[in-house]
């Protein structure tokens, strides 16, 4: 089980990571989900926390309002929980990207041109699918820790069929 400091920073980083990934429509269904993750806050400090986070509601395609924050790299356009969409935008650039993959126990090495890994590793940690506790990168290279002592294997699996190549 994940261990969140009682921080603000971690507050927030918790509530950018439910609003890419849930579609959260109102303070107090954040609030909620902050306690099932152990975060203890009230809908003041929410509320606080998604100015300062430059937090807007949009309108969903089924006319309903949700929360959303900026998308990464000063782009304005706003993320919403769609995991859908970040699967396609993984698969998008793991095809782009990805040079090679190679599993050993629990540990994966993706390797990519230079300059893209710590691309690839944001859009690897907001498509929240792979089971990974997290990812660490360099210039060209990914090391992404899976949570299964022996997981290694299944989501260098995982890479290589959203590439488009046989497993």
Known sequence: ????????????????ELLTREEVRSQSDLVGLLAEAGISATVSTVSRDLVELGAVRIRQADGALV???????GDPTPRVGDTAAATVRLQRLVRELMVTVEASANLVVLRTPPGAAQYLASAIDHAGGVDTMGTIAGDDTLLLICRDPHGGSAVADYFTQLAGQPA
């Open 1 to 16: 089980m994940t261990t969140v400091p009682a921080t603000k920073t971690a507050r927030q980083q918790r509530i950018v």
């Open 67 to 73: 929360y959303a924050v900026p998308a990464e790299g």
